[in-house]
């Protein structure tokens, strides 16, 4: 029984189109973040919520929009896909924020943009 | 604001070789440190974490990692790597309390050698 899964696992789309990536978790906890990994493997936060709640919005372009239907749900939806969007996107949960109970991660969805 | 900065980024080792991958952090407060480890392929998974208490932290798979807040650094310690330790390894920093972000380094390559 996956903790924190994503859907697609990949995903290939041309540039310009617009596409969510949806992410669940059935831990309980109260955050949900979303990262991106890039080609170097470096990991950025993007977004973070806390109960349904906007708590981090890093500087990202407005073509990317977060939501949170309930605190079990973070989605991430991308308009206008560009090809630096390609990248690797990690959702994660942790029961408190940023506090040292470390983050369970989905298992990414890569994204290559054509 | 916080970072991360991890000194190798591809070690090679021969199985059964000591590990250590150094890690130092810039923050100014009191912080909770972490080391994730991602195998080829898969998601992030916590090793180990610290955030008070006895600063040398054991976490899974044999790996320990020790907390020196003078010198702000969190390195990673195995005495005896395998070749199924081969992956990607990442500190990250968060501050204590609130609504704070965690913040990886830019990751370790290790690959062991049969």
């Known amino acids: 029984d996956t903790a924190v899964s994503q859907t697609p696992k990949y995903l290939v789309t041309q540039m310009g189109n617009d596409k969510s990536i949806k992410c669940e978790q059935n831990?309980?906890?109260?955050?949900m973040y979303w990262y991106k990994q890039d080609s170097k493997k470096f990991l950025k936060i993007m977004f973070s919520?806390?109960?349904?709640?906007?708590?981090i919005n890093e500087t990202v372009p407005n073509r990317f929009s977060p939501k949170s239907p309930d605190k079990a749900h973070l989605n991430l939806h991308i308009n206008s896909l560009e090809l630096g969007d390609s990248a690797v996107y990690f959702c994660?949960?942790?029961?408190?924020?940023?506090?040292?109970?470390?983050?369970?991660f989905g298992s990414g969805t890569r994204l290559t943009v054509v | 604001a916080q970072s991360v900065s991890q000194h190798n980024h591809h070690v090679i080792l021969s199985e059964a070789a000591s590990l250590e991958l150094g890690c130092n952090y810039s923050?100014?407060?009191?912080?909770?440190l972490f080391w994730y480890v991602q195998y080829p392929g898969q998601h992030l998974q916590l090793l180990l974490k610290?955030?008070?208490?006895?600063?040398l932290v054991k976490g899974i798979k044999g790996f320990e990692a020790e907390f020196i807040k003078s010198k702000f650094s969190f390195n990673l310690r195995k005495p005896s790597v395998q070749w199924s330790d081969t992956a990607e390894y990442f500190c990250?920093?968060?501050?204590?309390?609130?609504?704070?972000?965690?913040?990886f380094g830019i990751g370790t390559k290790l690959q062991v050698i049969p």
């Open positions: 831990l309980g906890h109260d955050t």
């Open positions: 919520y806390n109960n349904k709640e906007l708590i």
């Open positions: 610290y955030f008070s208490g006895d600063p």
């Open positions: 923050y100014g407060g009191t912080v909770n």
């Open positions: 990250a920093v968060s501050s204590s309390g609130g609504y704070q972000k965690v913040t």
């Open positions: 994660a949960s942790s029961p408190v924020p940023g506090q040292g109970n470390g983050y369970t």
